[in-house]
């Protein structure tokens, strides 16, 4: 039958058992227990434990059902936003599992996209910071999504952090312009999140001139692809 949260509590010792478990939070964030609240605090509390767990399958869910609270009680992120902050960004810095970072990146986008620049707090540094580690990384898959998350972080900022995150822009600038023609179709999809960043933050004459020379490029390069019509 269907496996309420309530159920889900119950402890399993094995490697299987806790896979299991917080795979179906990571899956099912609608679960009607958790909409009506009786045991949202259980399980946040759970879920931070597995986020530590030894298995990164068992952490990689854990990040999945934390980023779907968003889902399951939206009204909650809020109050929970430094619960979530403090354990979606320390999962960034995962140094065994390039998945647990990935779903951290899913699960901070969804959580961003619900809060105010005033709700990050002084997560905004570190968050930030860790986010320009991932613009060239290996990994396309988190590639794009360090610019996806960018991209959330420049639309939250509007006073507090504006100076600071224009100043990380620009310290960034070089790489942002390389990857305006990044051969992997993932990154090349999120080439208007890219030329916003470029084009909203006071950057040195020099690299407006090159934002100007590579969307250039890389329309024309677009437009003599085989799918363009």
Same mark, same amino acid.
């Given at each position: 039958?269907? @496996?309420? %949260?309530g159920?889900?509590?119950?402890? *399993? ?7 299991s478990?917080?795979? $179906?939070? +990571?899956?099912?964030? %609608? ?12 399980v946040? $509390? ?13 952490? @990689?869910?854990?990040?999945r ?13 809020? #109050?929970? #936003?430094?619960?979530?902050l ?19 990146m #899913? ?5 961003? =996209?619900?809060? =105010?620049? #005033?709700?990050? +707090?002084s ?6 910071? @860790?986010?320009?580690? %991932? ?8 590639? $794009? ?5 960018? +991209?959330?972080?420049?639309? !939250?900022?509007?006073?507090?952090? &504006? ?6 822009? &620009?310290k960034?600038?070089?790489?942002? *312009?390389?990857?305006?023609q990044d051969?992997?179709?993932e ?6 999140t ?5 084009s =909203? ?7 407006? +001139?090159? *934002? ?7 329309q =024309?390069? !677009? ?5 363009? $019509?």
């Open positions: 039958g269907t @496996q309420s %949260y159920q889900a509590l119950v402890p *399993l010792p094995s490697t299987v058992g806790r896979i478990r917080t795979q $179906s939070w +990571g899956w099912r964030p %609608y679960d009607s227990m958790l909409r009506e609240k009786k045991f949202l605090k259980s946040l $509390s759970i879920l931070e434990e597995r986020s530590h767990d030894r298995n990164s399958i068992v952490r @990689q869910m854990a990040v059902g934390l980023g779907n609270l968003v889902y399951g009680a939206p009204e909650k992120v809020k #109050k929970y #936003k430094k619960f979530l403090d354990i979606l960004i320390g999962a960034l810095h995962d140094i065994f599992s390039s998945e647990v970072i990935g779903e951290s #899913k699960a901070l986008a969804k959580v961003l =996209k619900a809060l =105010k620049e #005033k709700d990050i +707090g997560s905004f540094k570190d968050l930030t910071q @860790q986010i320009r580690t %991932y613009f060239d990384d290996e990994d396309d898959a988190l590639r $794009s999504m360090a610019f996806v998350l960018f +991209g959330i972080l420049a639309r !939250l900022t509007k006073r507090k952090w &504006k100076t600071y995150f224009a100043d990380q822009v &620009k960034s600038w070089v790489t942002l *312009l390389l990857h305006l051969p992997n179709p990154v090349l999809m999120v080439r208007p890219v030329t916003y960043l470029l =909203k933050r006071n950057l040195p004459p020099n690299a407006r +001139g090159a *934002l100007f020379h590579r969307s250039i490029c890389s =024309k390069t !677009l437009m003599l692809s085989p799918g363009f $019509s």
